[in-house]
């Protein structure tokens, strides 16, 4: 009876194996990506080092463009390095996400703003939910906040290994 259960288990293995894909990967494959983000610099931004891959279904834009771009076509264990201009990453900076708030606002709020400071502010079409804004200058009668994120603008890097298909 264990040698019969034992064939079972093999049989499910190998046919699980059969079905597993190897790529290319294409829109509608959700893809597991291994990952490392770097400025020009050589400075790393964000990685998947240590960690789970990012998954991700090919398609639906849950990434950036560029990095999505580079990912379709690729097969498992494939590896390569990509440069991404801001139109391809996360944008360029927009003005009209710019905003200067009067100080006595945010004295009634009791916050004492500082450049280089980091505020939630109520997402003006999801409430209940905030949108990160950083504080890019400040004088006795504004503060000017920047929502744009902070990768806006950046040329980015990424060094991408595709682990798995779905």
Known sequence: M????KTKQQAASEKADKNAKTG??????????????????GKPFDSSEGKEPIAFKLGEHHVV????KAVKGMKVGEKKE?????ADGYGEPR????QEIPMEAMKKSGITPE???TLGIAHPQAPGQQLPAKVVAVDKDMVKLDMNHPLAGKKLKFT???AGIE
Do not use: C
């Open 2 to 5: 264990m040698a019969q259960d």
């Open 24 to 41: 290319p990967a294409k829109d509608g494959d959700t893809v597991k990506v291994h990952y490392t983000g770097t400025f020009e610099d």
């Open 65 to 68: 463009p560029g990095f999505e």
């Open 82 to 86: 990509i440069t991404l201009e801001p």
């Open 95 to 98: 003005t009209e996400l710019m």
């Open 115 to 117: 450049v280089g400071m």
């Open 160 to 162: 991408l290994e595709l």
